[in-house]
């Protein structure tokens, strides 16, 4: 089992900054790579942030220069640091991260698995 929890989004002004979090909890036995996704109204989820286990990180031209990943391994905690807002980045805020949990009942890890949060809303107002 592994849960995932969003944290810090809310109303900024464009050009604002904001951080979100994302925090990993359960019977964590390991974590691979997490990531950040979002979702407007009408749209599809995109992506918007990955991260790997050994810190090597993606992003796409829309955030790119103005969004940073980046992990706490000891906290198991992804964050994301959002600069230069535009009202189009506003949009639910989902973290991503690929797991495995330890299983009591079988006394051993369970197969990797993609784990999504709650989501948090960031909202951009002109």
């Known amino acids: 089992q592994v849960q995932l929890v969003e944290s810090g989004g809310g109303l900024v002004q464009a050009g604002g900054s904001l951080r979100i979090s994302c925090v990993v909890s359960?019977?964590?036995?390991?974590?691979?790579?997490m990531g950040w996704y979002r979702q407007a109204p009408g749209k599809q989820r995109e992506l918007v942030a990955t991260i790997t286990s050994g810190g090597s990180t993606n992003y796409p031209d829309s955030v790119k220069g103005r969004f940073t990943i980046s992990r706490d391994n000891a906290k198991n905690t992804v964050y994301l640091q959002m600069n230069s807002l535009k009202p189009e980045d506003t949009a639910v805020y989902y973290c991503?991260?690929?797991?495995?949990?330890?299983?009591?009942?079988?006394?051993?890890?369970?197969?990797?698995?993609?784990?999504w949060g709650q989501g948090t809303q960031v909202t951009v107002s002109s």
């Open positions: 991503n991260a690929g797991a495995r949990y330890w299983d009591p009942s079988t006394w051993s890890p369970s197969p990797s698995h993609d784990y």
């Open positions: 359960g019977s964590i036995f390991s974590i691979n790579a």
